[in-house]
């Protein structure tokens, strides 16, 4: 069974310092792994996608994660935080194959500090 | 449409009422998936269809719950008898595809969600 684990529930950064949002996971098989981004009041949307290509995704807004296998791990991380990047972070994890269920980690919320 | 759309946004009920809650997909979307997101956690999955098929409701809570769509297109999520433990956002999300082969689950695209609260 798959599961994903958010290591920090709150992650407070100065705005123009970079960001890491640490997220490791559980699977018997090579996942597809996504990040979303969900500001209040707003929908999901979704920041990047890795499937089985390239370990180092890059999405919108600046943002990349790195999928190490080695690690089960895949962080996000960008080089320079912006206040509209002030936000929930969800780290999202599937099954190979046919699955189509989304397995969700608790989320991070970014704060940003002046 | 240009995205997915949900309504009402914010629902109001007291115990024991039923709602409905609709959702309208991204137009020529096969897949749609209702979430229940309760305050400070992640989305937790209840039901897929796949056109107007139901294929999973694993996730719906009791039987008070219960999913349609009819015509494969627009879907409405009904809970008779709220309860107060029902209080969540009620997240609908479509895809192209339930699946693609070879890479797992298509990118799955959310509605802004209804806040249900019941008194």
């Known amino acids: 069974a798959q599961s994903v684990t958010q290591l920090d529930s709150h992650v407070s950064v100065s705005e123009g310092t970079p960001v890491l949002l640490r997220c490791n996971y559980s699977?018997?098989?090579?996942?597809?792994l996504f990040w979303y981004v969900q500001h209040p009041n707003k929908g999901l949307q979704l920041l990047l996608k890795?499937?089985?290509?390239a370990t180092l995704v890059k999405g919108i807004n600046g943002f990349e994660a790195e999928f190490k296998k080695s690690e089960t791990s895949f962080h996000l991380t960008k080089p320079s935080a912006h206040m509209s990047d002030a936000a929930e972070y969800f780290c999202?994890?599937?099954?190979?194959?046919?699955?189509?269920?989304?397995?969700w980690g608790a989320g991070t919320k970014l704060i940003i500090k002046p | 449409g240009a995205g997915v759309s949900q309504s009402p946004r914010y629902k109001v009920a007291k115990r024991g009422q039923d709602v409905a809650l609709r959702c309208d997909p991204i137009?020529?979307?096969?897949?749609l998936f209702w979430y229940q997101q309760a305050l400070g956690q992640g989305p937790e999955f209840l039901t897929y269809?796949?056109?107007?098929?139901?294929?999973?409701k694993s996730g719906l809570p009791s039987d008070r719950f219960f999913a349609e769509r009819p015509e494969g297109s627009v879907s409405t999520l009904k809970i008779q008898r709220t309860q107060q433990e029902d209080s969540a956002v009620y997240l609908c999300?479509?895809?192209?595809?339930?699946?693609?082969?070879?890479?797992?689950?298509?990118?799955?695209?959310f509605g802004p969600g209804t806040r249900l609260t019941v008194l």
């Open positions: 999300a479509s895809s192209l595809v339930g699946s693609v082969a070879g890479e797992g689950a298509d990118t799955q695209y």
């Open positions: 137009s020529g979307h096969v897949s």
């Open positions: 269809f796949q056109n107007e098929a139901q294929l999973d």
């Open positions: 699977s018997s098989y090579s996942p597809s």
């Open positions: 890795y499937t089985s290509a």
């Open positions: 999202v994890v599937s099954g190979f194959g046919s699955n189509y269920q989304l397995i």
